[in-house]
Nanobody, 124 residues
Framework: QVQLVESGGGLVQAGGSLRLSCTAS????????MGWFRQAPGKEREFVAA????????NYADSVKGRFTISRDNAKDTAYLQMNSLKPEDTANYYC?????????????????WGQGTQVTVSS
């Protein structure tokens, strides 16, 4: 399996931006679909975005479409989530995950490896 470590979370005002990073080690990063999920207190973990192995295909939750951008750099074994126009409702713990799937899964059960999460807090 691949090991994942997220970074880049923090406190930001509404309307601001953050970029999350997810660095992988272990098995070949480029062999995995990468996804980002988030979980707010008292809520289930929800899909945010996913990207295929080459980076040429992406999928987003409707709630973040047009504001967030997922990308990856296979040479650096790193996936990114650029978050712009942040809203208080984006406050959550953000997790990256790796999937061996051949499509872009939106459910947690399709992802094999998870990071420990990074907290994003958006103040109003």
């Amino acid at each position: 399996q691949v090991q994942l470590v997220e970074s880049g979370g923090g406190l930001v005002q509404a309307g601001g931006s953050l970029r999350l990073s997810c660095t992988a080690s272990g098995r070949a990063f480029s062999s995995y679909v990468m996804g980002w999920f988030r979980q707010a207190p008292g809520k289930e973990r929800e899909f945010v975005a996913a990207i295929n192995r080459s980076g040429g295909n992406t999928n987003y939750a409707d709630s973040v479409k047009g504001r967030f951008t997922i990308s990856r750099d296979n040479a650096k074994d790193t996936a990114y989530l650029q978050m712009n126009s942040l809203k208080p409702e984006d406050t959550a713990n953000y997790y990256c995950a790796a999937s061996a799937s051949y499509y872009l899964p939106v459910t947690t059960g399709r992802y094999n490896s998870w990071g420990q999460g990074t907290q994003v807090t958006v103040s109003s």
